[in-house]
């Protein structure tokens, strides 16, 4: 049993209109840099339901030291990871335990 069903291949123009479309509505509610890396955070680390807490820390924690989480979270391996996010708020916590010990 054969299905003739072929559906036209998009062309990579209206795929990239489509994109730019997406990009220019979300772009009327982020006002502020920080809401648009704490976008990107929650997006890069697959927990888009809680982006508020993202954009929190974006706004009240250095960049420094989100950096530094999240890049360590990047260098591991691809697939070793089941929840990149959990990842990230241990390292986060670490890595502001080392800032307090350093300070104090």
Known sequence: ????????????????????????ARQKYVKNEFQSYGLDLAKELG??????LYLRLAKNTPRPILEKARLFVKDQLPGTIKTPYKLFMWKLKQIKLEEAAKKG
């Open 1 to 24: 049993m054969t299905t003739d069903r072929k559906k036209p291949a998009s062309s990579i123009l209206s795929l990239l209109d489509k994109y730019q479309d997406t990009i220019s």
């Open 47 to 52: 927990d888009w339901e809680n982006r508020s």
